[in-house]
């Protein structure tokens, strides 16, 4: 009986990887499974029963020592790998009903959860055995995206870096909740403004660089940096920050240095504009603006980056409020949900549509302002720090879970510049754009992202910046004119 013992013995070494504890039954599953036996990258399909649950037989199924999901079969039928002898020391010794961290060297109950990152495991039991489970999300703060970043910033011309405001946060979540606009084809329905001067049109070729930040003219008039927090608000935030910086512009008017109220068109709008916190859209923005006005910041604060949601509305107009807008009369005796009394209400024309070529752009921010701009974010553009960013990394060719990871998310165009790129050595152009993660992210909240990349150029929006008051002055003077013309 004992050379039968030692022949078993044989055999059940070679089906069983080292990776399995000893207590493994030795019985086929990938050898029993019909053609084919094995899977290529990860088929959710290629399964065989495991006790209570199931193992895989695809080329995804091992992840590490203790956070797999292989057959034992696994290495020997699918990949012909006979498994050697372990030379290294074994992990320490697993109590009975209890999990460790090895990270940590902590001991944790069954049933016990810890975070890894933005994943979630937990101490369960497969057999007699503890193990953890764990979640298998994409991190933000991935290690490997970051390498892969590093490696190629040589060829692409930007620098990315971990940032604390991502710790544990999911991929598919911050596409929720750090961006924040929703795909909306009625904005290329939007009349196009044409350039008042054909000659300063085509000029725009021949400026290589523009700054609304540093020009004399804007300076001191252009809003800074803001942080939405965690609530994806892009699509209000960027249209009253542009209509800010417009309005700044009005050189006519007395303008308060405060920021308009990004809280007023979040909670106020129609429940049709918006998906809490999860995106909005621009048109509507733009349209509530125009139809409604809106109020500076310190009548209606904003907190839906730090509540987590949008709220009810809690500054409504009356029926005489709206009359006077459509009037072009300033609103006053304002009851603000803060309570603050030296508040101010603003309105404006309508916004209108910038062709989507560079041309038209640089004109617009050169003799208007800045603009409004969508573009679409992939995950490796949280992790931006300098240089000139490029929808290019091809990170998903290495590892297909990023494939087709996208959002939209609206941002302000200040400028423009021109720098050489280092693949081709040649000159490239790039935008100045501000985004809205706090000064703390990228160039002090800023990033440069090259003309056309990430579709930044097909949906750009501006507004007249005229306040009630520059209307309202407007109207008078037309009126005017009116009855002048009569009286001949």
């Not at 088929?43 to 006790?51: A, G, Q, T, V």
């Not at 190629?152 to 598919?172: A, E, L, M, P």
């Not at 009005?250 to 916190?277: F, M, P, Y």
Request: glycine residues 8%.
């Amino acid at each position: 009986m004992k050379p039968v013992i030692v022949v078993l013995g044989l055999l059940f070494t070679i089906v069983v990887n080292a990776r399995y504890s000893e207590w493994e039954e030795v019985r086929p599953y990938c050898g029993a499974r019909s053609r084919p036996q094995c899977c290529v990258n990860r088929n959710d399909e290629c399964f065989m029963p495991y006790y209570d649950s199931r193992c895989y037989c695809d080329t995804f199924c091992f992840r590490g020592y203790d956070n797999h999901d292989c057959c034992p079969d696994h290495d020997a039928i699918c990949e012909g790998i006979v498994p050697v002898p372990i030379t290294q020391p074994p992990p320490p010794p697993v109590t009975r009903g209890t999990c460790i961290d090895y990270e940590t060297q902590q001991e944790f109950q069954i049933g016990t959860s810890i975070k890894r990152d933005c994943n979630v495991c937990q101490c369960t039991t497969l057999g007699y055995q503890a193990q953890w489970s764990c979640e298998e999300d994409l991190c933000v703060n991935s290690p490997d995206l970051l390498q892969h970043i590093k490696q190629q910033q040589s060829y692409t011309g930007w620098d990315g870096t971990h940032y604390d405001r991502f710790n544990g946060i999911k991929v598919k979540d911050a596409l929720k909740y750090y961006l924040g606009t929703l795909p909306d084809p009625s904005l290329r329905l939007m009349v196009e403004k044409a350039p008042d001067n054909p000659a300063d049109y085509y000029q725009m070729d021949e400026k290589d660089a523009f700054d609304a930040r540093t020009n004399e003219k804007y300076q001191n008039k252009i809003r800074g940096i803001r942080d939405q927090g965690k609530c994806g608000i892009s699509w209000a935030l960027s249209t009253v920050d542009v209509a800010s910086d417009r309005l700044s512009l009005v050189g006519n008017i007395h303008w308060a240095r405060e920021q308009l109220s990004v809280q007023n068109i979040l909670s106020c709008t129609d429940a049709e504009a918006k998906n809490g916190c999860e995106g909005g859209r621009v048109a509507f923005a733009w349209g509530f603006i125009k139809d409604n006005g809106v109020v500076t910041d310190d009548c209606y604060p904003y907190e839906s980056g730090r509540t987590g949601n949008i709220g009810d509305c809690n500054f409504r107009l009356n029926y005489e409020d709206l009359m006077s807008i459509q009037q072009h009369r300033k609103l006053t005796n304002l009851n603000c949900p803060s309570g603050s009394t030296n508040a101010q209400h603003f309105n404006f024309g309508p916004a209108y549509r910038i062709r989507n070529e560079p041309r038209s752009i640089k004109y617009e921010i050169y003799f208007r302002g800045p603009v409004q701009a969508t573009m679409l974010v992939t995950p490796d553009f949280f992790l931006y720090k300098d240089g000139i960013y490029k929808c290019q990394n091809n990170y998903d060719r290495q590892n297909p879970r990023y494939a087709n990871l996208n959002a939209y998310h609206s941002i302000r165009l200040l400028g423009w510049g021109i720098s050489t790129d280092p693949r081709t050595q040649q000159q490239e152009s790039y935008w100045i754009a501000a985004n809205s993660w706090g000064e703390g992210w990228g160039k002090n909240g800023y990033f440069h992202i090259r003309f056309g990349d990430c579709q930044v150029e097909e949906t750009v929006i501006a507004t007249y910046g005229k306040s009630t008051e520059v209307l309202r002055k407007k109207h008078k003077r037309q009126k005017r004119s009116d009855q002048e013309s009569n009286n001949i």
